[in-house]
């Protein structure tokens, strides 16, 4: 989703979408934007028997991006 936004941003700054990309990372928690694979985690591990006594929640997956 964020592909076309880094693009933006990097027009906008002169730089190529590797290097705003790798400045969107840098600012992150875990260092890395979120991949598909990473919700599909999520997901399996609402449904699955581990996941006991979480219920009516909403699970932000987003390696500590913050869009206000």
Do not use: F
């Not at 076309?4 to 928690?29: F, N, W």
């Amino acid at each position: 989703m964020a592909r076309e936004s880094i693009q933006r941003m990097a027009d906008a700054q002169g730089l190529t979408y590797d290097e705003c990309h790798a400045q969107q990372c840098a600012v992150l928690p875990t260092g890395r934007m979120s991949a598909p694979e990473d919700m599909a985690d999520a997901v399996m591990w609402m449904i699955s028997e581990n996941q006991k006594g979480m219920t009516g929640q909403g699970v932000d997956v987003n390696n500590g991006s913050w869009m206000s």
